[in-house]
């Protein structure tokens, strides 16, 4: 990690000074650290030195030392100093995730302890505390301070959830940075899945434990005829580490026997016994039935590799749900209205998100965590498509009674964002000549002359028509007369005259219109109050904002008041923090008399949560019903891409003016 990989260097230095041995007392005196700190430091510091050809000597009750000569001691000096130049300081999200492990290592650290250890204050320290208190509660888990240092106390399957979550998290972050120089070129398992493991467990033969655990990952999917995805993979190596790990030290998972029983029923705890099975076989670490029910959640929640295609979806429909069928329809509708494009007719969307919507349910229903790397970069690249992934939420909420998270809401916006892309493609045509190949390529080469964004599929003979397969025909062109009943036709001559250039034009305008719908859409005025909207308010905290317009809520019968509680859990669940400094908090429909959407500009913005940006535009939704919220989500999608619309909103004098802004008839 970078703040060991500073220490190291002080190390390095203090050895290159010294004319004798150093003891690992003298060590853990001159760093203010413990000898446990030091010898594992030495331990890491050996395995970089061997690699660059310089020899760290350790003698019992003599001490430590480094063996070189006058020309390598110059070529470490330079290398050394290369090395201070190039360090970087830590974010603070960063230097809390340091500071967690440091915690799960060993409970004994101190808050001198760990400032010494980070190179901050201590009042810098007590902040990432208070930071890293707050991300814990999201977990049920807590910090306690006792007498001794700090530690981490829950229950235990909400300590593996955040060590999964947290290990997870940090794949992505440069502080994992390890000394061991592994070849993992022939496997599936990600580099930093493994230097996170190993860099937590250090007491553990991790290469071994991770070898066996993708040898048996492998044989599941030879035997079962089970295929993950690669993330799948790579978490369930995360989770049965921990597992296994955490057996070793008495601390079992616990599941009652309903929820047992009823897990005891799916293919995926025949899946998950069978890996139990030979973890027991081939590292000799017996896991008890909650273990392996507990595996079996996280096999549920996730994605497998299944080659199902819009050809077999009928296949697919008999062993999904009912309810994730209507859900999907629902995300379907609901985003057509909000986006203004017809999305009936794409079966890859509707297969796609049934694929994605069997695991998250899953997921949602078992508290299953799923990070999602994308999440910032579509929040910021496709903002309008993540704005109605989010109106999606009240369908999880409606049919399936789910609090759905953003990183859900994530790749939801993907299966959507991929479904628009589709929608910009050019028009598949099909040639049909009864003149034959000459007469073909000439139809071909003037049609390519007078149309753009045209792709030409083939040219067939009328008599090939009659089995030809149309699926991904959007027009068919022909020069002789025939009947189609399955997709658009037009005759022309072959030659291709003005005339049916000027009638292919009218049927390639007419599909393109059939693909969106009329962007011309009626707004609900009563969605907004000029009473409910607020303009450079000076309030410094989110909690501190939702009081006051909640507060407005009651005050105006808009909202009982329990829709705080909602609005609060919701914000413990998730963030709300959309894109260009806007928010949406909201609370469920059980809690609200009437529609309305109180509005808030602010005078500066404010955090909206642990890993969010500085929000401005505060949107605080009481929303009773789908309708209303396809309405309010039009809107929110105009603001999102309308840089006029936006910079008004953002610039006007009174609430008067937002008011009118946002209850224009039509957008």
Same mark, same amino acid.
């Given at each position: ?18 004319d #004798? ?5 003298a ?12 010898r594992?430091?030495?331990? &890491?510091?050996k ?6 050809g ?17 020309? &390598? ?10 090395n ?5 300081q830590?974010?603070?999200?960063q ?43 999201k ?8 007498k ?15 060590t ?6 940090v794949?992505n ?18 580099q930093?899945?493994?230097? #996170? ?6 007491d ?50 616990v ?33 008890p ?10 096999i ?7 080659? +199902? ?9 008999k ?17 057509e ?25 899953n ?57 628009? &892309? ?9 040639? +049909?000549?009864? #003149?034959g190949?000459?007469?073909?390529q ?6 390519q002359?007078n ?17 030809c ?28 005259l ?21 962007? #011309? ?11 409910l909207?607020f ?12 009081n ?9 019968k ?9 609005v609060?859990?919701?914000e ?44 401005k535009?505060i949107f ?19 603001? +999102? ?6 910079e008004n909103?953002?610039?006007a ?15």
């Amino acid at each position: 990690m970078q703040l060991a990989y500073e220490r190291l260097n002080k190390i390095v230095c203090i050895l290159l000074q010294s004319d #004798s041995p150093i003891t690992i007392q003298a060590l853990a005196d001159k760093l203010n650290i413990s000898r446990r700190t030091v010898r594992k430091d030495l331990k &890491e510091l050996k395995i970089f030195l061997d690699k660059k050809g310089f020899e760290l000597i350790k003698k019992p009750n003599v001490g430590v030392w480094l063996e070189l000569n006058d020309n &390598e001691m110059k070529l470490f000096q330079n290398e050394l100093l290369d090395n201070l130049k190039n360090s970087k300081q830590l974010t603070p999200k960063q230097r809390q995730n340091y500071i967690l492990k440091l915690i799960f290592e060993n409970s004994d650290y101190t808050v001198s302890d760990l400032s010494r250890e980070v190179y901050v204050s201590d009042a810098t320290i007590y902040k990432d505390l208070k930071d890293i208190r707050d991300w814990l509660k999201k977990y049920n888990l807590q910090l306690i301070k006792h007498k001794n240092g700090l530690n981490i106390e829950g229950e235990e399957k909400n300590w593996r959830k955040f060590t999964a979550e947290l290990l997870v998290k940090v794949q992505n972050e440069d502080i994992l940075n390890n000394f061991l120089n592994i070849n993992y070129d022939n496997s599936r398992i990600d580099q930093s899945v493994y230097s #996170s493991l190993k860099d937590l467990f250090t007491d553990v033969d991790m290469d071994r434990l991770i070898e066996v655990l993708e040898n048996i990952l492998i044989e599941v999917e030879n035997e079962l005829d089970v295929s993950f995805t690669d993330q799948t993979f790579n978490g369930l190596i995360i989770h049965t580490a921990i597992s296994i790990e955490r057996l070793k030290e008495d601390k079992n998972i616990v599941m009652d026997k309903n929820s047992l029983n009823n897990l005891k029923n799916k293919e995926e705890y025949r899946i998950a016994k069978f890996i139990a099975k030979k973890i027991d076989k081939d590292l000799a670490v017996h896991l008890p039935e909650a273990e392996i029910g507990y595996m079996c959640l996280h096999i549920l929640g996730s994605k497998s590799l299944k080659n +199902v295609d819009t050809d077999n979806l009928d296949d697919l429909l008999k062993t999904v749900d009912q309810e994730i069928i209507e859900t999907a329809n629902s995300i379907i509708e609901m985003s057509e209205d909000i986006l203004n494009v017809s999305l009936q007719n794409d079966r890859k969307l509707f297969t796609g998100l049934i694929l994605h919507l069997r695991p998250a349910v899953n997921r949602l229903r078992y508290g299953l965590s799923l990070r999602n790397p994308l999440l910032e970069n579509i929040k910021k690249n496709y903002p309008n498509v993540f704005g109605a992934a989010w109106a999606t939420s009240i369908i999880f909420k409606e049919k399936l009674d789910l609090q759905i998270k953003e990183e859900e809401v994530a790749y939801i916006a993907l299966h959507l964002g991929a479904a628009l &892309e589709r929608k910009k493609r050019t028009i598949n045509l099909l040639l +049909v000549c009864g #003149s034959g190949i000459g007469t073909a390529q000439l139809l071909a080469s003037k049609l390519q002359e007078n149309f753009v964004n045209i792709n030409i599929i083939d040219s067939i003979s009328l008599h090939s028509l009659k089995n030809c397969n149309l699926n991904n025909i959007d027009l068919i062109i022909s020069t002789v007369p025939t009947k189609i009943e399955k997709k658009p036709f037009i005759q022309v001559n072959p030659l291709l005259l003005k005339e049916d250039i000027s009638k292919i034009k009218d049927e390639l305008t007419q599909l393109k219109h059939s693909w969106s719908f009329n962007t #011309s859409a009626e707004i609900d005025n009563s969605l907004f109050d000029k009473n409910l909207i607020f303009l450079d308010l000076n309030i410094n905290s989110k909690e501190q904002l939702l009081n006051f317009l909640i507060n407005e809520l009651v005050k105006k019968k808009i909202v009982k008041k329990d829709f705080s509680l909602s609005v609060f859990a919701r914000e413990e669940l998730t963030s709300t923090e959309i894109t260009k400094g806007m928010a949406i908090p909201h609370g469920d429909k059980e809690f609200v008399l009437q529609s309305r959407v109180a509005v808030v500009r602010l005078k500066k913005g404010i955090r909206w949560g642990n890993d969010s940006k500085n929000v401005k535009i505060i949107f605080l939704l009481a929303l009773k019903d789908k309708s209303k919220a396809k309405k309010f989500f039009r809107i929110f999608n105009l603001l +999102v891409k309308d840089e006029e619309f936006f910079e008004n909103l953002i610039g006007a004098n009174s609430a008067d003016q937002i008011y009118k802004q946002l209850s224009k008839n039509t957008f």
